[in-house]
């Protein structure tokens, strides 16, 4: 029998114990995520989002948002100086390669054994996966991020033009898009077609699905290692003709000078035909206080090219875990993450303004309504997914394809002379980054 002073020694030390044990809980519990991320088009969707997330479980979601170049130069002096201010970091696609390849950020497995990515969560052509064996982002890679919003092209079109002309929809093929541009073209009032043609990135992504269907692509087959430059072959030129000169011919003055801002605002404004635009834009299309011609737009999966297939290049952006934070920190981020792709939380997403990166919408009751019609034109789009060369290299060969992209739009450059040069820049980059045997490819 424990004698009644055993009795308050016990108590007293269980009270201690947890106590003790409920205050280092509670030091170690983490109550703020701190996110960098870019000004878009959906931010606002994905703020939203956080803030689900905060109403949940309590835990406050601080984002810090600086312009497209801005946040690659606020990450790259994070993990440079193994600062701990961001728990995530969103990365795109063109600088991606350097972070996972330089070692800066946390494999999610490393912070959870368990992860697996659900067969449900789309796969934007491998982004977030890196497999140093062949120096790329490939699926034999190791994962170190999480899509948190699944942008990729579609071609938007005016569907009620293309019905009065007696066209068919959606246009089929590139030549269908031409027939379309050319037949509707009455300037200054009404332009056929419209390029995102700024030198840069913008023109460097935006022409990328319309190489790609014409099977025009910047190297053989990196995915085995083989960085063969065949980016001025003949299957480029030919897509580029189409696009620098043929379209670019019923497209409105200034063209090189036109961003995505200028794009989606001639397509608001019910003055273009048609464009190729990131899917994130649908809300923005579909906003009176914005548009013009609301619900009038409608999406499709972008047009095949001759002797090609369709393609739309991906435009996502990889939510990942920096190396230097703590392990308590590393998991709560990754709980966020696992959260975000549940469907509960993708279909909200979608409802704010986001585009989901779970199929798990695809069945969901945003199919029926109108005002999400560009899901069916995203689903439709998955087995044509293609993305831009994904190398640490990426963002010095963006830089120079989209000096002589724009060159050759502008006509200070013609279409063969701009690739051919890009060719040799690019033979240049790779070659002085280290990369043994690289060669330009003869045209066939």
Not at 183 to 209: C, E, H, Q, W
Not at 274 to 288: C, E, N, R, Y
Request: with cysteine; aromatic share 12%; glycine share 8%.
């Amino acid at each position: 029998m424990i004698s009644k002073s055993k009795k308050g020694l016990i108590s007293l030390v269980l009270a201690v114990t947890i106590l003790t044990t409920f205050s280092n809980f509670a030091m170690t519990q983490v109550k703020e995520l701190h996110i960098a991320i870019n000004k878009s088009p959906w931010l606002p969707a994905f703020e939203k989002l956080t803030k689900m997330y905060e109403g949940e479980t309590g835990v406050k979601m601080v984002l810090h948002v600086f312009p497209f170049m801005g946040l690659y130069e606020k990450e790259l002096a994070a993990v440079t100086t193994a600062s701990k201010t961001y728990d995530l970091m969103n990365m795109n696609e063109i600088w991606g390669p350097f972070f996972y390849a330089g070692r800066y950020l946390t494999p999610l497995k490393e912070i959870d054994p368990e992860f697996t990515v659900p067969s449900h969560l789309m796969q934007f052509f491998w982004e977030g996966y890196w497999d140093d064996k062949v120096h790329y982002q490939a699926p034999t890679g190791v994962l170190y991020g999480i899509h948190v919003n699944g942008n990729i092209h579609l071609l938007q079109y005016r569907e009620d033009k293309y019905k009065e002309a007696g066209l068919p929809t959606p246009p089929e093929t590139w030549d269908d898009v031409l027939e379309a541009a050319r037949k509707l073209f009455d300037p200054p009032n009404f332009y056929g077609y419209v390029i995102r043609g700024a030198r840069g990135d913008p023109i460097f992504y935006n022409s990328m699905t319309i190489r790609h269907a014409y099977n025009g692509y910047m190297f053989r087959d990196p995915l085995k290692g083989d960085f063969t430059i065949t980016v001025n072959d003949e299957k480029n030129v030919e897509a580029w003709e189409m696009y620098a000169r043929n379209l670019n011919e019923y497209g409105p003055p200034g063209v090189g000078n036109i961003g995505q801002t200028e794009m989606m605002g001639l397509l608001a404004s019910g003055r273009a035909l048609q464009a190729i635009v990131v899917s994130a834009a649908f809300p923005h299309l579909d906003d009176p206080e914005f548009s013009a011609v609301p619900f009038k737009i409608q999406f499709a999966v972008p047009p095949k090219g001759r002797g090609g297939d369709h393609s739309s290049t991906v435009a996502g952006w990889t939510m990942v875990v920096p190396r230097f934070i703590s392990d308590e920190r590393k998991k709560a981020a990754l709980d966020f993450l696992k959260w975000s792709i549940t469907q509960k939380p993708q279909v909200e997403y979608t409802k704010m303004g986001g585009v989901p990166v779970s199929t798990t919408v695809f069945q969901s009751e945003l199919m029926r309504d109108p005002k999400y019609r560009f899901l069916k034109a995203t689903q439709d789009s998955i087995p044509y997914f293609s993305s831009m060369p994904l190398i640490p290299e990426c963002a010095q060969i963006r830089d120079v394809m989209g000096l002589h992209l724009n060159r050759a739009l502008i006509e200070e450059e013609g279409v063969r002379e701009s690739l051919d040069k890009t060719a040799q820049e690019i033979l240049e980059i790779m070659r002085g980054a280290g990369y043994k045997g690289v060669t330009i490819a003869p045209r066939s």
